[in-house]
């Protein structure tokens, strides 16, 4: 069933001055801005860089990558002890 459009609804800035309304939105408006240049800044570093060769040495690469999950040397890196329970 569909809502009359006639239906009372909860009212949002019911006790909100109008200078506070604008206010709120030029806030909300400034929080995108500034997510939207660090998003930005973000995106124009990683076009920056440039690709790795990741399949060269690939049996070194492996190799190294069994060592580290088998021996649990990153979890071992900060706790002597870790990785046993």
């Known amino acids: 069933m569909l809502a009359q459009l006639d239906t009372p609804t909860r009212a949002i800035f019911h006790n909100l001055a109008p200078w506070m309304q604008v206010v709120f939105y030029i806030a909300g408006g400034l929080a995108c801005?500034?997510?939207?240049?660090?998003?930005?800044?973000?995106?124009?570093?990683?076009r920056r860089g440039r690709a790795e060769p990741r399949f060269d040495r690939l049996g070194a690469r492996l190799g190294r990558a069994c060592v580290t999950i088998l021996g649990n040397t990153t979890v071992r890196r900060g706790d002597a002890l870790g990785g046993w329970a």
């Open 33 to 46: 801005a500034v997510f939207a240049w660090g998003f930005w800044r973000r995106i124009r570093k990683y």
